[in-house]
């Protein structure tokens, strides 16, 4: 008792002290003078903003505050309904299969359903949006214009397109609960932890009886109470003109009305509680023991957002959630690890709009449940008590002030979508809408301003031990003992009423660069260089290593790499497979040459570099991502990867430890059990794709690993390096010489062994089977194979026959039956493979639905074969294709695939590529579908709930 008084006592301090700040950073922020906004008479509000960072294109956004939050119990799920009628007919768009429909009519422009054309509903609020909209035509924008304005106002909602979209949703429903034991947890937590509020039943998805049979009137009762100008926003972004643009939206928008008494848009306030509410949750799938403790707050009103203060809290709550982190990941990697994984972040409470919270996220061992609560509330409370250590903040503070001067730094390479994203959050939650010159500013003065004194301060007032929520998501099953909600809130009482020693870290001695430099006593060299294909140009090295170098500006500040050698694990007999799959986390979780794995993160604080070495079953690979002034970390860590990793038996101890108990309950989910079916029948039971079990884990030995790691890695002259991005070229050929022409090198010439690769059995059946499941379901996938040339040219075919197989499968059996929400298909060609090309179709659906809808699916695929393709669906494909080739030429992420596939195949997917798009013929696509059919290598693996 006498310890929380003095707690309070503190708390008054604070607030004084607090007071003072307030009066500093009060000050209102001035918007981002590079957004047009407005209000129109009818209370709708609009943003506009140029951006020609893909020439041509811009989207298309109606914003609104609204959501299932507002819906009466008898409309349960409708506002997420009403999201879907929005594409079923609109005035100037009645249709939805006719050509008059919006999304035939986006799929003719290039603006393809589901990618660019889209929506959500979540509980406060509902957005649509037309994206990467081709603007070749003055009446394209229109049009566009014109849907957002019948989306506000002009939906037809029609009784018969009402009644099919029944099937759609309920099958959505399905979609997202079944597999999904966290769905299903949350569902049933919310009425506990919520108790008495607005939220306790409030998801979007509702109610399937009333999907299934509300009155028509329901949903148009809730759209012309809820679909209004004063909680709508237009948000346009992009390469337009915005003054035409605004006039194009005054005058649309203004004649929409706004009702007469229109219902208040209230925000719903969320209890308080003395008590700790603790609330369990079990699920058959559910398979590990999840843990949320919340720690509620009042959230800051959005009218009292907009002022330097809210962002300087923002500042202060990030940096301490940061420091938090390194210390809970810090205990993760011991020997013995007290949890899974344990995390703290702020944000909303749950999903409720009124209330914040500061939230620790713990993943338990299913034996170690209290303890493993009680060690990260000790992390969380030794710095409520103690604070932190000068070191640490300054490296929080480094990687924050990195974050965003890379940012401003790539400020004229950001896409559409970020700056629609901050229009939203300006809309919908009142976040502040400043300029990306003002933010770094704003950084760089909370940097310089921010002492330890007030972070400390800041996470006494962060960290409380009142108001708290915990809830917990475990696995039902025998023999597993939870504690009870006493146990867990005495438990963690007491921890929080412990007092902790204060934290220490040891000082870091020495950087990469002096580490390393005694292991480097001579440079290599650049021995030939030519131009290459594509603008790259071939760099030999004086160990045999090739390097692929091609410099782009299209993001000011990235440098993306990636060295790939044939081998991988191929190379070993199959008493080595238990030790395949701990290869990639045994050695990056060891640190690398001197430094364990927390030294390690701390000396690359405050560096934007990602390295990242992994071991496949053809290949083994060091990739990674950096800024430019880290460029010589990057090429250290290389390195590094390449000649020194760790051996760290604490950190190999603690991996296994987390191992095991991950794979406890491994099989909880049946998606996993499915998954590991369809492996075992397509291959045949090949030995090295049988999943991870406990019994492999006791056979892994590290030592072997480590020799394996070594071995994959021994021989540099096999391996082909390509690095693309905005690099000074003078200071790329010095890192280069400097640290990959210093790799050893063997000149062993080593090649994939195909005798170890497994390969597709042949055939043509079927195999289903049963399972028990908490949501009924059937599991589809059925896999083609056959063998085409290993051209461009098919791998197009190939793609246009994905596509038009989705156009139709999206037309006949989601829409015309309403049978599943969707189906998904994918094809693979390989070079290697054999056969080399697959074609992969997998769809969910009412179990009782799969006898008549699975012959569908079939059909589809044989009706194009016989027919070809319709017209129609061609000339969208072709439209969106082109389109993506625009937007994709410009990243480095494109050059990249394009250039391992020079490299690897011998084949040039870029050269001639629109052309060949433009003339693709239903000929063609029907010829490949042929050709699918005529191999008879089909394999279907269908998993029907019991
Ligand atoms: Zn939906």
């Known amino acids: 008792m006498k310890f929380k008084m003095i707690k309070k006592l503190k708390t008054i301090v604070t607030c004084v002290l607090l007071l003072c700040v307030v009066g500093l950073g009060a000050q209102p922020l001035k918007q981002d003078a590079a957004v047009r906004t407005g209000k129109l008479k009818n209370g709708m509000t609009y943003y506009i903003r140029h951006n020609a960072k893909e020439p041509g294109l811009a989207d298309f956004y109606i914003a609104q505050r609204v959501g299932s939050i507002l819906e009466e119990p008898r409309q349960r799920g409708l506002a997420h309904f009403l999201e879907h009628m929005a594409f079923n007919g609109t005035k100037h768009f009645p249709g939805k299969g006719k050509q008059l429909g919006i999304v035939p009519w986006c799929e003719t422009i290039g603006v393809k359903f589901g990618v660019n054309l889209n929506a959500y509903t979540s509980i406060d609020q509902t957005v649509y949006n037309i994206s990467a909209v081709p603007l070749k035509r003055e009446g394209i924008a229109d049009s566009c214009l014109l849907i957002l304005n019948d989306w506000s106002h002009y939906l037809l909602l029609e009784d018969k397109e009402i009644d099919k979209e029944r099937g759609v949703i309920h099958e959505e429903w399905r979609t997202?609960?079944?597999?999904?034991?966290?769905?299903?947890?949350?569902?049933?937590?919310?009425?506990?932890?919520?108790?008495?509020?607005?939220?306790?039943?409030?998801?979007?998805?509702?109610?399937?009886?009333?999907?299934?049979?509300?009155?028509?009137?329901?949903?148009?009762?809730?759209?012309?109470?809820?679909?209004?100008?004063?909680?709508?926003?237009?948000?346009?972004?992009?390469?337009?003109?915005?003054?035409?643009?605004?006039?194009?939206?005054?005058?649309?928008?203004?004649?929409?009305?706004?009702?007469?008494n229109a219902a208040p848009r209230e925000y719903f306030p969320v209890n308080d509680n003395d008590t700790m509410i603790v609330d369990i949750e079990r699920d058959k799938e559910q398979p590990v023991v999840l843990c949320h403790l919340y720690q509620k707050r009042d959230a800051t009103p959005d009218n009292e957002k907009n002022n330097v203060k809210y962002l300087r809290d923002e500042y202060v709550d990030?940096?301490?959630?940061?420091?938090?982190?390194e210390r809970l990941t810090e205990k993760k990697l011991k020997a013995v690890p007290p949890f899974q994984s344990a995390t703290v972040h702020t944000s909303s409470f749950f999903v409720?709009?009124?209330?914040?919270?500061?939230?620790?996220?713990?993943?338990?061992?299913?034996?170690?449940?209290?303890?493993?609560?009680?060690?990260?509330?000790?992390?969380?409370?030794?710095?409520?008590?103690?604070g932190f250590m000068a070191s640490e903040l300054e490296r929080a503070k480094l990687l924050k002030l990195n974050h965003d001067e890379r940012k401003w730094r790539e400020r004229d390479d950001r896409r559409n979508s970020k700056y629609v994203s901050a229009c939203l959050q300006n809309f919908l939650a009142g976040e502040p809408l400043i300029s990306i010159d003002d933010q770094l500013a704003l950084t760089r003065q909370f940097d310089k301003e921010v002492t330890?004194?007030?972070?400390?301060?800041?996470?006494?007032?962060?960290?409380?031990?009142?108001?708290?929520?915990?809830?917990?998501?475990a696995p039902e099953k025998e023999g597993l003992v939870l504690p009870t909600e006493q146990q867990i809130r005495d438990v963690l009482q007491a921890a929080q009423d412990l007092q902790y020693a204060p934290h220490y870290e040891q000082p870091l001695t020495t950087d990469l660069a002096t580490y390393l430099a005694p292991f480097i006593p001579q440079k290599g060299s650049i021995v030939s260089e030519r131009p290459y294909k594509h603008g790259f140009t071939e760099l030999t090295l004086s160990n045999g290593m090739k390097v692929y170098t091609k410099k782009t500006d299209y993001s000011a500040d990235a440098v993306m790499f990636k060295m790939k050698a044939e081998g991988g694990t191929s190379q070993y007999p199959d008493a080595d497979i238990p030790n395949f799959s701990l290869l990639g986390?045994?050695?990056?979780?060891?640190?690398?040459?001197?430094?364990?794995?927390?030294?390690?993160?701390?000396?690359?604080?405050?560096?934007?570099?990602?390295?990242?070495?992994?071991?496949?079953?053809?290949?083994?690979?060091?990739?990674?991502?950096?800024?430019?002034?880290?460029?010589?970390?990057?090429?250290?860590?290389?390195?590094?990867?390449?000649?020194?990793?760790?051996?760290?038996?604490?950190?190999?101890?603690?991996?296994?430890?987390?191992?095991?108990a991950f794979l406890t309950n491994r099989n909880a989910s049946p998606k996993v059990d499915y998954n590991d079916s369809i492996r075992a029948i397509v291959y045949g039971h090949h030995p090295r794709l049988e999943p991870f079990k406990q019994e492999t884990l006791e056979k892994v030995n590290y030592d072997r690993i480590l020799e394996i790691y070594r071995d994959r890695f021994s021989d540099a002259s096999n391996f082909e390096a390509v690095i693309?991005?905005?690099?000074?070229?003078?200071?790329?050929?010095?890192?280069?010489?400097?640290?990959l022409a210093t790799l050893p090198s063997t000149h062993k010439g080593e090649k994939t062994n195909w005798a170890n690769v497994a390969k597709m059995v042949k055939g043509d059946f079927a195999r289903t089977f049963k399972k028990k499941m908490a949501t009924p379901l059937a599991n589809v996938s059925i896999i083609y194979a056959a063998d085409v040339p290993f051209t461009p040219q098919s791998d197009l075919e190939l793609d246009f026959l994905t596509r038009v197989l989705k156009i139709a499968y999206t037309d006949s059996i989601r829409e015309e039956k309403g049978g599943t929400y969707g189906v998904s298909v994918a094809f693979d060609l390989d070079k290697d493979d054999s056969p080399n090309a697959t074609l992969r179709i997998a769809y969910n659906a009412d179990p009782n639905r799969y006898e008549e809808l699975n012959p569908l699916v079939y059909e589809q695929l044989q009706h194009i074969a016989k027919n070809g393709p319709a017209a129609s669906s061609m000339q969208k494909i072709k439209e969106y294709l082109v389109k993506q080739y625009q937007q994709n030429a410009i990243t480095n992420d494109y050059w990249s695939y394009i250039i391992w596939h020079e490299l690897e195949d011998d084949a040039d997917f870029d050269t001639g590529y629109c052309d060949m798009v433009r003339q693709m013929t239903s000929e063609q696509v029907q010829r490949m579908a042929q050709r699918i059919l005529d191999a008879h290598q089909r394999i279907e693996v269908t998993m029907l709930s019991e």
């Open 585 to 660: 986390s045994a050695i990056t979780e060891a640190g690398l040459g001197n430094f364990d794995a927390t030294e390690l993160r701390r000396m690359l604080a405050g560096k934007s570099v990602r390295v990242q070495p992994s071991v496949g079953t053809r290949s083994q690979s060091i990739s990674g991502g950096v800024a430019l002034k880290d460029m010589p970390t990057l090429f250290q860590l290389v390195h590094l990867y390449f000649t020194q990793p760790r051996r760290d038996t604490t950190a190999y101890q603690g991996l296994v430890n987390r191992t095991r």
């Open 724 to 739: 693309i991005g905005n690099y000074d070229e003078q200071q790329l050929r010095e890192l280069v010489c400097e640290y």
């Open 352 to 386: 409720s709009r009124t209330k914040d919270a500061f939230s620790l996220t713990v993943s338990c061992q299913e034996d170690k449940v209290l303890s493993g609560l009680v060690v990260a509330m000790g992390v969380v409370e030794q710095a409520r008590q103690h």
């Open 452 to 473: 330890l004194e007030e972070i400390n301060e800041a996470c006494k007032q962060l960290i409380t031990d009142k108001n708290q929520v915990l809830v917990m998501y």
């Open 176 to 260: 997202r609960r079944a597999g999904k034991a966290i769905s299903r947890l949350m569902e049933q937590a919310m009425p506990k932890i919520y108790q008495g509020t607005k939220y306790e039943d409030c998801l979007p998805i509702g109610s399937m009886d009333i999907v299934d049979n509300f009155p028509y009137n329901d949903l148009r009762d809730y759209y012309h109470k809820w679909y209004r100008p004063d909680l709508q926003a237009i948000i346009v972004v992009g390469d337009v003109d915005v003054d035409k643009m605004e006039k194009k939206i005054k005058k649309l928008f203004s004649a929409i009305p706004m009702p007469k």
């Open 318 to 325: 990030w940096l301490v959630c940061m420091m938090l982190n």
